[in-house]
């Protein structure tokens, strides 16, 4: 497999379309930020200084304690959500695979269940109480 990555036909020229488009690119963002940075207006006024998060008036202070369980669903829903990528080769493959395949996509949505029934035992996903 290791072989394919070191050929010995490969040379640098090679890579220089590679290189120059990299170039061009940083050059691109750097071009713009300065441009952006030199030719943007910079009025000061107090209303720009001014703290805004969606038109809504800051009220207390930022730092209170926030519940966990709203990090537990985010992290719930990541876990869940890269589970179900992997059915995707399956779907693509299914013919191929055959009952062996078939077999290991049971046993996956079965691993799936018991921990989504240990997240409900849990009860990770309830809001009140």
């Not at 490969?10 to 750097?30: D, E, N, R, S």
């Not at 006024?45 to 926030?66: C, H, W, Y």
Request: proline share 4%; with cysteine; net charge neutral.
């Amino acid at each position: 497999m290791f072989h394919i990555l070191l050929d010995a036909a490969a040379t640098p020229a090679q890579y220089l379309p590679i290189g120059l488009q990299l170039l061009f690119a940083i050059g691109f963002v750097a071009v713009m930020i300065s441009a952006s940075h030199f030719l943007g207006p910079k009025r000061v006024t107090a209303d720009k200084l001014d703290n805004f998060e969606s038109g809504i008036e800051q009220v207390g202070n930022a730092r209170q304690p926030m519940a966990v369980k709203y990090f537990l669903v985010a992290i719930l829903f990541v876990l869940f959500d890269v589970e179900v990528i992997f059915f995707y080769p399956y779907a693509v493959n299914f013919k191929a695979l055959g009952w062996s395949g078939f077999m290991a996509v049971v046993m996956f949505v079965s691993f799936f269940l018991c921990g989504f029934i240990y997240v409900i035992k849990k009860g990770a996903l309830e809001w009140e109480g």
